[in-house]
């Protein structure tokens, strides 16, 4: 059987390993994960509640989660036909690919950025133009440059995966008033709750100045349901209504919709969850310092360093210990490691091993 030509340009998606995988390998009987950017103090227990007591399996879910619409038109004030649900903004980029992008179409994205942007581009055939970075952050003039008259999409990942770095309000403002109407700017929010920076953009009302913008949120990192998979898009009405054809009837489970109703609500949770968050950040913050390592200023639940030696070295000698981090060689950044924050303990154990690599490298 032969698949679409370009599919031989890809790979299936590699997760960060399984723990359980590594404790067998390895024979550890503690191992930490620090590699998915999940929330490291699970969910809300409301959350918890609200999925046991959701009972009507044998039905289909509202395909068109009329209830979390609502719940998210409140929260955030724009229009139920202004969201598009999926099932975590890995279907919600697929969703948007395949609605949009033709063999004669190009994507402008960042380098590096997260994945996904150019996998399902190349899926549809069309041609991906990626920007490097500027001091680890997206260089939005550059990205300007690399516009034409048969770019579809522009990708800012805000904050960026996997650099933390943030494009800011006045940097954003600038460049959408440059960009031409007939290409759609989406900004990737994912780790929107993390983000402390002053002068980060609330872009939610950008949507209604620019039909050309979509913003994208999920529920996977600070919400602490990744497991659920449950993410959204908001955008201009017409938009929306266009790629809700390109939909599956039932992407987003009842369970998964049923909670992310809750998860909205308990906004205690994810304020709390930020807190801890920066708290435990400055710790790797205070590491890299007292080392003189050089590390990206992070606005999300993971940190970008460099230790002295390879991403892949460190990753084996980390996994070794029972610490289960990215290498950044498969990140763009191979002289790097992505450490997702976790609990103070499992920081104060990654951390004590990161310093002894660092003593042995010296
Ligand atoms: C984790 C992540 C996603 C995907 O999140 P899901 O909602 O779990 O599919 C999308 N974009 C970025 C930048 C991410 O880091």
Known sequence: MKAKQQLSLLQAYKPGKPIDEVKREL????????????NPYGCSKRVRQALYEQASLSVYPDGAGTGMKEA??????????????????????????RALLTQEDNIVQATPTFSQYSHHAVIEGAEVREVPLYDGVHDLPAMLQAIDEHTKIVWVCNPNNPSGTYVNEQQLISFLREVPPSTLVILDEAYYEYVVATDYPQTLPLIHQYPNVMVMRTFSKAYGLAGLRIGYAVANAQLIEQLEVARLPFNTSSLAQASAVVALEDIAFVEECREKNRKEL?????????????????????????????????????LRAGYIVRSG?????????????????ENKGCIEQLQRLVDEAR
């Open 27 to 38: 024979g550890l009987e503690k191992v930490v994960k620090l590699a998915s950017n999940e």
């Open 72 to 97: 998210i038109s409140t929260h955030l004030s724009v229009n139920k036909d202004e969201i598009l649900l999926g099932s975590g903004l890995d279907e919600v980029i697929q969703i948007v690919s």
């Open 282 to 318: 400055e710790r790797y913050y205070d590491f890299c310092r007292k080392n003189r390592l050089f590390y990206y200023p992070s606005e999300t639940n993971f940190i970008l360093m460099e230790l002295g030696i390879s991403g892949d070295m460190a990753f084996q000698a980390l």
């Open 329 to 345: 060689g498969a990140l763009g950044f191979p002289s790097m490691i992505r450490v997702s924050i976790g609990t103070a303990e």
